[in-house]
């Protein structure tokens, strides 16, 4: 997801997003032990959303 699309969710949903993320990373770690690996770049992706999220809850944060 874009940060523009991000911002428009509520911050509940923002947490439940995260903890999906970080499921899905886990997963991904799993694979990768197992050498089922399909998708490497997502490790990326998925780490570089999950700091999107984190800088949109700490700048909400701050303005409140």
Request: hydrophobic share 40%; no cysteine; charged share 45%.
């Amino acid at each position: 997801m874009k940060a523009k699309e991000l911002r428009e969710l509520t911050d509940e949903e923002l947490k439940q997003r995260i903890k999906d993320l970080k499921e899905e990373l886990f997963t991904l770690r799993m694979e990768k032990a197992m050498h089922r690996l399909a998708q490497p770049h997502r490790f990326k992706e998925i780490k570089r959303e999950i700091a999107r999220i984190l800088t949109i809850l700490n700048e909400r944060r701050k303005v409140s």
